[in-house]
């Protein structure tokens, strides 16, 4: 049985997104496109797709050896209203105040917004430990963002 995660969702502004992925032979990586649902652009939603039921993603990184770079020229959006680099700050209700927050840009594993709210036995909000020299969280957190770099 085949199961895919979404590892990371990026809203970027009226352009395109590179990236490149270094996979093993053993999981592939699904690239959606869709159209966000108030500011101008194009989300992309990444997914490793996993090969049975028992496997799991429990991180992305980037060192020196397995590089983790992603460049939004047209910069990514993220709403002020999203204080947090995740989708823990994705709140249903504010959502439905400030309809811009579904199309921030988050790291994630899995959800859409707060594990409390996902309806997902046992869902965590995710973690993230970077480089103090080389921070990424800048990338979630800054309208207009250009690139998140992990080396």
């Known amino acids: 049985m085949n199961r895919t995660f ?3 969702l990026a ?6 997104m590179i990236f490149a992925t270094q996979a093993t032979a053993q999981y592939s990586l699904t690239v ?5 649902a108030v500011v101008p652009g194009t ?5 490793v797709d996993m090969l049975d039921a028992t496997d799991r993603l429990s991180a992305v990184f980037g060192n020196d050896e397995s590089n983790l770079v992603i ?4 910069g990514a959006f993220n709403s002020a209203f ?4 995740s989708a823990l700050g994705l709140s249903p ?5 400030f309809p811009e927050m579904a199309d921030d840009t988050y790291a994630t594993i899995g959800l859409d917004g707060p594990a409390s709210a996902s309806g997902i036995p046992g869902a965590a909000d995710p973690s993230l430990v970077e480089d103090p020299t080389q ?4 990338y979630f957190l800054t309208d207009g963002a250009t690139s998140l770099s992990s080396t």
Do not use: H, L, M, Q
């Open 135 to 138: 921070p990424i969280t800048p």
């Open 82 to 85: 999203n204080a947090g680099w």
């Open 43 to 47: 989300t992309y939603r990444f997914y």
């Open 32 to 36: 959606e496109t869709s159209t966000p």
């Open 93 to 97: 209700a504010f959502v439905g105040i």
């Open 6 to 8: 979404n590892f990371f």
């Open 71 to 74: 460049n939004t020229p047209d």
């Open 11 to 16: 809203t970027i502004c009226c352009g395109t």
